[in-house]
């Protein structure tokens, strides 16, 4: 095991990512919450069963799989360089509002254009709901967000970004990243819009378009993972939160699907504005590379 980790540390990343995740929530798929195959019925906690139902599945995958498969590979100088990324903090604000704010703002556009073309309502959120926007966002901070983003932004893409262009590896993590909440489909998660074969792609297309939102947000970061972070979340908690109350007239099932066209046309934006580089900048060449160029410029003709 140990020398296949070492040999394919980004496919052992990704079975141990979905594998160890899907086993944490076995019981929560099986239980009333899902399948109905056993008597079990997990507890209801701030209104709903996904904390005990899916965050401990979800820190036994990518976080998980990212330790484990880092310490194998890398060692202790590599779990420092890993977890270091976790508390780059210091960025320019205007990054944190793009984080905290562009996601939410691209939403309550998408809700009002479809809002008007079926004919519904805009509501302004009550004030008891915007007073719970930030103890949400904080507890998606370290439950969601710590869980996810240490394996698939801090661990997968950055290596995945030593080997390939942004664009492709964005492309390669986009539908792992997918595929690992497919049995979530199986759940009380998914209920209401997702429980369905056209909730399940529209939500794939999500995680593809958003998927490369955070690739770029992550790369033009420095790498910082909080950042990271906040902008999954944002997305998150605007949906859970915010959304049915301000956009009452849009049916459940037609929310993955707006929120899918939201991240396809954002994900275009920052295609097309990156040149496909989603704001990684090219390696800067080494001392040794500059030092030779001139000397080779100054070379006479005949040599």
């Known amino acids: 095991m140990v020398s296949l980790i070492r040999s394919r540390p980004l496919l052992s990343f990704f079975v141990l990512a979905c594998g160890l995740s899907w086993l944490g929530w076995l019981n929560y ?104 926007y930030a103890p949400v966002l904080v507890l998606q901070l370290v439950t969601t967000g710590l869980a996810e983003e240490p394996g698939w932004r801090d661990f997968a893409l950055s290596r995945l970004q030593r080997r390939h262009s942004p664009l492709v590896s964005a492309a390669i993590l986009g539908p792992v990243w997918a595929l690992w909440h497919y049995p979530l489909f199986l759940t009380d998660w998914a209920e209401g819009p997702g429980r369905s074969w056209t909730g399940l792609l529209a939500f794939t297309v999500f995680c593809l378009g958003f998927n490369i939102v955070m690739s770029w947000m992550f790369n033009r970061t420095g790498e910082s993972l909080p950042l990271s972070m906040l902008i999954h979340v944002s997305a998150n908690t605007f949906a859970s939160v915010l959304w049915s109350a301000m956009f009452p007239s849009i049916a459940a099932q037609h929310v993955y699907p707006l929120l899918a066209l939201a991240a396809v046309v954002a994900a275009v934006a920052v295609v097309v504005g990156t040149r496909g580089r989603l704001g990684r900048r090219e390696a800067a060449p080494s001392p040794t590379a500059r030092a030779t160029v001139p000397a080779r410029q100054g070379l006479p003709s005949g040599s």
């Open 29 to 132: 798929i099986l239980s009333r919450s899902g399948l109905g195959v056993i008597d079990v019925d997990y507890p209801v906690v701030l209104g709903s069963t996904q904390p005990l139902g899916v965050i401990p599945g979800a820190f036994l995958g990518p976080i998980g799989s990212a330790l484990i498969v880092t310490a194998v590979v890398d060692g202790r100088a590599g779990l420092r360089a890993w977890a270091g990324r976790l508390f780059r903090w210091r960025a320019d604000w205007r990054w944190y509002a793009v984080s905290l704010l562009a996601v939410p703002a691209g939403l309550v556009a998408v809700g009002i254009v479809a809002s008007m073309v079926i004919g519904g309502s805009v509501v302004a959120p009550a004030p008891t709901l915007l007073a719970l």
